[in-house]
């Protein structure tokens, strides 16, 4: 399994950012698909999942309202739209990739997979 995660950037507080992931190496239809973030001195925390199959969805309290994590299967690709961005946000974003399927589950030792993070950073 490969993920590939793009789309970060520099944005100003209140922009708005679209992370990609592009999943590659087998069928992830049982999968759920997640994002996570880590942000200097803190530990990794979870964001977003959605579960591959049927869309199921979950988000962080933190960003719930904010953000918006999507999947399009003919493109093998999950998406995090987060809009009303805050300085606090700053981190390096993290997709993940939990083969045991639903339900979707926020611990990060549960995510077998990962790609190499992309860096947000929230100006304020």
């Known amino acids: 399994v490969q993920l590939q995660a793009s789309g970060g950037g520099l944005v100003q507080a209140g922009g708005s950012l679209r992370l990609s992931c592009a999943a590659s190496?087998?069928?992830?239809?049982?999968?759920?698909m997640g994002w996570f973030r880590q942000a200097p001195g803190k530990e990794r925390e979870f964001v977003a999942a959605?579960?591959?199959?049927?869309?199921?969805?979950a988000y962080a309290d933190s960003v719930k309202g904010r953000v918006t994590i999507s999947r399009d299967k003919d493109k093998n690709t999950i998406y995090l739209q987060m809009d009303s961005l805050k300085p606090e946000d700053t981190a390096v974003y993290y997709c993940?990739?939990?083969?045991?399927?639903?339900?979707?589950?926020?611990?990060?030792?549960?995510?077998?997979?990962w790609g190499q993070g992309t860096l947000v950073t929230v100006s304020s």
């Open positions: 993940a990739a939990d083969p045991s399927g639903f339900p979707i589950r926020q611990g990060a030792a549960r995510y077998d997979y």
């Open positions: 190496g087998r069928t992830f239809r049982s999968y759920i």
């Open positions: 959605i579960s591959w199959g049927g869309g199921s969805t």
